[in-house]
Every structure is written in structure tokens, then in C-alpha cells.
Antibody
Framework: QMRLQESGPGLVKPSQTLSLICSVPGGAIRSGDFYWSWIRQPAGKGLEWIGRITDTGSTNFNPALKGRVTMSVDTTKTQISLRLSYVTAGDTAVYYC????????????????WGPGIPVKVSS | IQLTQSPSSLSASVGDRVTITCRGSRDITDFISWFHHKPGKAPKLLLFDGSNLEVGVPSRFSGVKSGTQFSLTISGLRPEDVGTYYCQQYDNVARTVFFGGGTKVQI
């Protein structure tokens, strides 16, 4: 059973950078069989996709957030990181990491496993 | 791509048949997924490819495509089915992900 776990500070000051980690068990990242996405949900609102990273570090981002988002894979290939710069109150949300199944044509196919999520509040 | 779900909320009785629809702003592929989300929990994948049931998901959940509209049906609503349901689609050119606005199901 794939158990993803998000971690990081629950409070970030406005204009600073939000940094989160997604811990991925086993050799799932190293296998190259999956992509890895971050999604968020502001309180009372729906789900919003933030971006995706592959095992080789290739990324795709939500155009609405592009320029503020970076993602990386750590050298041990057991963690995915998300960094969102210049945060505002509008970035207050529960942040999820999720595993993405890849199609035969290497396109993203579907999100099958999600972490429990981590609430992050942007406030001074 | 914009995904419009309807209704935005519904209230039904245990045992009822419930249908949620998802329509794309433009022609969308069959690669649509449906998720069930309860507060404080991780969203759970129910269906992918529009109609393929994820392993372990009860067979009372089903999905179908009709024209440019996708539907999720719960045949025999159970108390544990309360929560919010989301459809999700890809723009495979930009490789971006879109979610519908959600449908809140109550009993």
C-alpha cells in the first residue's frame, strides 16, 4: 500500500516561501514508473493542481502559479519537495502530494494515491 | 479546460440512485477520473478512464460518457458515501490537470 506523507511548517509569513516535503516509501520514485503531483485545497473551495515532477526532475506547473513554484526530487529519491514563493493569504490551504500513473505514451494518466494532506496557513 | 459539475450539492436517502455530471468547456478525452473526498482525509480515486473502477471500490459506483458529458452514478447510496465528489481531466498538450468544482453529497 502506497503511503505518501506530507510534512513542513504549518504557518508561513506573507511574502515568504512555503516549503513542503512529500515522503515516498520504497523505491517508487527511483522506479520511474510514476509521476508525482502536488494539489491544494483552500478552505471551503475545491481542488487545485499545483504541478508535477518526474523521477528525472522534469516539471509541469499550473500556469496560474508558474513563476512562484519550484519542485525537486532529493538525491536519495525518497522525497519530493515543493516550494511556493511570495505567498499571500490566498495560498492558505491543505496541500496534498499524489502519485500519478503514467500511460503507455508516457502521458499522465490518473492520480491513484494521495497523502493525507498538510494544512498550511499564511499569516503574519 | 473548465470542468463544470452539477449539481453543486444534493441530499438523498440511503438506497437512492444518485447521478453527478461533469461537462468540459471543450472536447475532452476519455481520460477522466472521479474522486471521493471526506473532510480531513485524502481524496480517494473511484474511477479512471471514465468508467474503470479502481481496485477495491464498490461496484455501486459506475461511470459513463455521453457526448461531451461524463456521469458518475452511485446505485444504492450508503451512509459512508457522504462527502464531496470531484471529476478530473487532463490537458494532454500542456500536461496540466483540471478539477471540477465538486458535488457535495449529503444524506
Amino acid at each position: 500500500q502506497m503511503r505518501l506523507q506530507e510534512s513542513g511548517p504549518g504557518l508561513v509569513k506573507p511574502s515568504q516561501t512555503l516549503s513542503l516535503i512529500c515522503s515516498v516509501p520504497g523505491g517508487a520514485i527511483r522506479s520511474g514508473d510514476f509521476y508525482w503531483s502536488w494539489i491544494r485545497q483552500p478552505a471551503g473551495k475545491g481542488l487545485e493542481w499545483i504541478g508535477r515532477i518526474t523521477d528525472t526532475g522534469s516539471t509541469n506547473f499550473n500556469p496560474a502559479l508558474k513563476g512562484r513554484v519550484t519542485m525537486s526530487v532529493d538525491t536519495t529519491k525518497t522525497q519530493i519537495s515543493l516550494r511556493l514563493s511570495y505567498v499571500t493569504a490566498g495560498d492558505t490551504a491543505v496541500y496534498y502530494c499524489a502519485r500519478e500513473i503514467i500511460s503507455g505514451t508516457m502521458a499522465p494518466y490518473y492520480l491513484d494515491h494521495w497523502g493525507p494532506g498538510i494544512p498550511v496557513k499564511v499569516s503574519s | 479546460i473548465q470542468l463544470t459539475q452539477s449539481p453543486s450539492s444534493l441530499s438523498a436517502s440511503v438506497g437512492d440512485r444518485v447521478t453527478i455530471t461533469c461537462r468540459g468547456s471543450r472536447d475532452i478525452t476519455d481520460f477522466i477520473s472521479w474522486f471521493h473526498h471526506k473532510p480531513g482525509k485524502a481524496p480517494k480515486l473511484l474511477l479512471f478512464d471514465g468508467s474503470n473502477l479502481e481496485v477495491g471500490v464498490p461496484s455501486r459506483f459506475s461511470g459513463v460518457k455521453s457526448g461531451t458529458q461524463f456521469s458518475l452514478t452511485i446505485s444504492g447510496l450508503r451512509p459512508e458515501d457522504v462527502g464531496t465528489y470531484y471529476c478530473q481531466q487532463y490537458d494532454n498538450v500542456a500536461r496540466t490537470v483540471f478539477f471540477g468544482g465538486g458535488t457535495k453529497v449529503q444524506i
